[in-house]
């Protein structure tokens, strides 16, 4: 089983920039993707970006194309989002995942982190 523990949440201001982390141990597949998702408050949880852990190969939701940066350090087991010129509607809790699958859809990723809450005042 893997263990996910995200961090780097918190209150910021809009136009501002955080990085969350997501630290994984335990047992994972060597070829597998790592994702970023986002649940607000009476929303329905998104998919926000995604990295395969071989290529590097990535692909974001459209809203946060050009602001949002995901990369990954397989050394440490360890993905990040770079988050730029933040807006009010991303604020969320964040959450990481992971999946074997090719797929964006939170449903097919088995394994998630407890979330780290990202406010951005206006």
């Known amino acids: 089983q893997v263990q996910l523990v995200e961090s780097g949440g918190g209150l910021v201001q809009a136009g501002d920039s955080l990085r969350l982390s997501c630290a994984a141990s335990g047992r994972t597949y060597s070829n597998h993707y790592m994702a970023w998702f986002r649940q607000a408050p009476g929303k329905e949880r998104e998919f926000v970006a995604r990295?395969?852990?071989?290529?590097?190969?990535?692909s974001y939701a459209d809203s946060v194309k050009g602001r949002f940066t995901i990369s990954s350090n397989n050394a440490k087991n360890t993905v990040y989002l770079q988050m730029i010129s933040l807006k009010p509607e991303d604020t969320a809790v964040y959450y990481c995942?992971?999946?074997?699958?090719?797929?964006?859809?939170?449903?097919?990723?088995?394994?998630w982190g407890q979330g780290t809450q990202v406010t951005v005042s206006p």
């Open positions: 995942a992971t999946s074997p699958l090719d797929t964006s859809i939170g449903a097919k990723f088995g394994s």
């Open positions: 990295i395969h852990s071989i290529t590097g190969r990535t």
